[in-house]
């Protein structure tokens, strides 16, 4: 009895040795140990969050100057502002030939005068026309009275005379009436030949206002104060382009298409800085968080600035649709005179202090069926926890539900062991490192 009794009692050990060597980690696979495995030790420690991204430089305003859209040919360039030139509003900034406007303008100033004279000469034909019908109409008139006149007579007549008298007075009412149709034909006529005449005056009067508006966009004005930046000529190479082509820009001379765009202005005062993140980066940042600023086109300086807006989720990577891009704009805490549009940035938000954060090396978290897990000790081998990363920072993972002092494995010790692939790999989103594959 007292052996079977010192048996369960040492079984009762074992039992709660077990138990306490497992705890902070939930087994659901024990793996064989290997001594050649890297591990870390979960600690607390105070951290600051980062946010790592790139960016570009843009403005929130600018104007781009085309050459106007007018039929009839290519335009030339007369007058061009020098890129990088400092305008105002209202100050010319690009001119094109306005010949052939001119042109346009004195021959429709010469059909307009010739149309209008068309008119004068409408208007005094239809008034001798009038006059001359009212005359006829008058005379016609009285030759039908006189002929009634005569009619009245036939009973004091001979037959023969009393028979002429009516077929008198029958032609001189055909003779009325075939003047009065000729008069209503002369009146529509004559209205008709007015409105011909009209009718140029007023396409003659419309081809010289857009004669004299396209003249007037020939000269084209900056709309807002601001620097030029003058755009390459894609049509110096008939409309081939090809990667890694370097374009000339527009110039003095060059023929244009109507349309073609030539050039911008970009107002300075109004600098930004466009990026995006990651979505397991989106919860480290909030509005009005400072942040540290590095230009690819200025090195050795820096710029500090803070977050304005943070959008909702604009695009999903290519190789994997489930991860979201957030769009980021930072606006800059000074503007300098050597900043442009287009220049690349490295940024640096700086994100919520942590005290006494639990955290490990960010490459000790792996993904299995979309879920975030962790290798921890067991013995002399490991087994799998799952874990929820609160952030992600400078290479460091914060956790929860993980008890400091818990040693966990850099890399994935299955595939160590050459068991092959089991589903599991290391965090694939930035700031993981690679997960021990």
């Known amino acids: 009895m007292r052996r079977k009794a010192q048996v369960q009692t040492t079984a009762l050990w074992l039992l709660l040795l077990t138990v306490g060597s497992s705890t902070g980690c939930r087994q659901t696979t024990v793996l ?34 085309t050459a106007p859209p007018i039929a009839g040919g290519t335009l030339q360039i007369i007058e061009l502002a020098r890129a990088g030139e400092q305008v105002h509003a209202g100050d010319a900034v690009l001119a094109f030939d306005p ?20 008119i004068t000469k409408a208007h005094a034909d239809a008034a001798v026309q009038a006059a001359e019908d ?44 075939q003047l009065e149709q000729d008069i209503r034909s002369h009146t529509a006529s004559n209205e008709a030949a007015l409105a011909i005449s009209q009718e140029k005056r007023h396409k003659a009067q419309l081809a010289m206002d857009q ?47 109507p349309g073609s765009s030539i050039a911008e202005v970009i107002d300075l005062s109004k600098l930004e800085i466009s990026a995006q993140v990651d979505e397991t980066d989106r919860m480290n940042i909030k509005i009005g968080q400072a942040v540290e600023i590095t230009l690819d086109a200025l090195p050795g300086e820096s710029f500090a600035g803070k977050v304005r807006t943070v959008g909702g989720a604009t695009s999903r990577e290519f190789w994997d649709n489930t991860k979201h891009k957030f769009d980021v704009v930072v606006e800059l805490d000074r503007l300098e005179p ?38 921890c000790r067991r013995g ?14 400078e290479g460091r993972a914060i956790l929860e539900g993980v008890p400091l002092g818990t040693v966990v494995a850099l890399v994935n010790p299955e595939k160590n062991k050459g068991r092959g692939n089991t589903g599991e790999s290391g965090a694939a989103t930035p700031g993981v490192g690679p997960g021990g594959d």
């Open 134 to 177: 009212k005359t006829a109409l008058l005379k016609a008139k009285y030759t039908v009275r006189s002929a009634e006149l005569d009619v009245t007579k036939n009973e004091l007549l001979s037959t023969i005379d009393a028979q002429k008298n009516v077929v008198a007075l029958d032609e001189a009412k055909r003779a009325l009436a």
């Open 99 to 118: 010949s052939q406007q001119e042109y346009s303008l004195g021959q429709s100033r010469s059909d307009l005068l010739q149309a209008e004279q068309e």
């Open 338 to 375: 050597q900043l442009r549009p287009g220049f690349a940035a490295q940024l640096k938000i700086l994100g919520e202090r942590l005290s006494h954060a639990v955290s490990i090396p960010a490459e000790a978290v792996f993904t299995r069926d979309d879920k975030k897990i962790v290798y």
């Open 32 to 65: 064989a140990g290997d001594s050649n495995i890297p591990t870390a030790v979960v600690k607390e420690a105070d951290l600051q969050l980062l946010v790592r991204t790139t960016g570009t430089l843009k403005t929130e305003q600018t104007r781009a100057l």
């Open 211 to 257: 004669a004299e508006q396209n003249i007037k966009s020939m000269r084209i004005t900056s709309p807002i104060d601001g620097i030029v930046v003058v755009h390459g000529n894609q049509e110096s190479t008939g409309g081939f382009f090809l990667d890694g082509m370097t374009l000339p820009d527009y110039q003095v001379g060059d023929q244009v298409n």
């Open 380 to 393: 002399s081998g490991f087994e799998t926890r799952e874990v929820k990363v609160r952030a992600l920072s």
